[in-house]
């Protein structure tokens, strides 16, 4: 044996005797089953919790898109009865689980409404409360004004959820607006 040998071996007793507990962290290989499920129990909490934000999140982005596709088709009634000169009608309906827009425009001037313009249908919203009575018909003139005030609250269902609902507003100039508001007002 070579002098580096026996320099390896004294180092390790000197380690020994003064870290004793050295040689017993070597006897140690592995975890043991009380480690591995002190582990697991810690991640299926954390894995709990974020499943019920994840859910809570889910329900705030499906109602705010309910909202904001009610908007955007009371803006293209409204713009379209502008750039046309014409009266539009536009049809908001809610039925099992599924929002329907409707656009129609009424070609002939006999307040028919016979051509229809964009049909659109919306799932997966699950999550949101439609809290007005469905269909909602509301008819812009060529000016783009309407002969009704409208308030259509779009609610999300998560009762114990922080996050909000949403408020549309239309009035009798036809403009529409969109406010957030706190879950609790949308009874």
Do not use: W
């Not at 596709?69 to 000169?85: A, D, E, F, G, N």
């Not at 409707?102 to 002939?108: A, Q, T």
């Not at 002969?147 to 009798?172: G, H, P, R, W, Y």
Request: proline fraction near 1%.
């Amino acid at each position: 044996m070579n002098s580096a040998h026996f320099e390896i071996i004294k180092m390790d007793k000197l380690l020994k005797s003064i870290f004793p507990f050295i040689s017993k962290l070597k006897a140690y290989k592995g975890f043991t089953f009380l480690e591995v499920m002190a582990v697991l129990s810690v991640l299926a909490i954390i894995a709990a919790y974020s499943m019920s934000s994840f859910v809570n999140k889910i329900a705030y982005h499906q109602t705010k898109e309910s909202a904001l596709i009610m908007l955007t088709t009371i803006k293209l009634c409204r713009s379209q009865s502008i750039t046309s000169l014409e009266s539009i009608s536009c049809v908001i309906d809610v039925k099992n689980g599924v929002l329907e827009t409707l656009v129609r425009i009424d070609s002939n001037k006999d307040n028919t409404f016979d051509t229809t313009l964009t049909a659109r249908k919306f799932r997966g919203i699950q999550y949101v409360d439609f809290k007005n009575t469905y269909p909602i018909e509301i008819v812009f003139d060529d000016l783009g004004q309407t002969n009704k005030a409208l308030t259509m609250k779009v609610c999300n269902k998560q009762k114990d959820s922080a996050s909000s609902s949403f408020e549309l507003n239309l009035n009798i100039s036809g403009i529409v607006k969109i406010t957030e508001i706190e879950n609790g007002a949308c009874t």
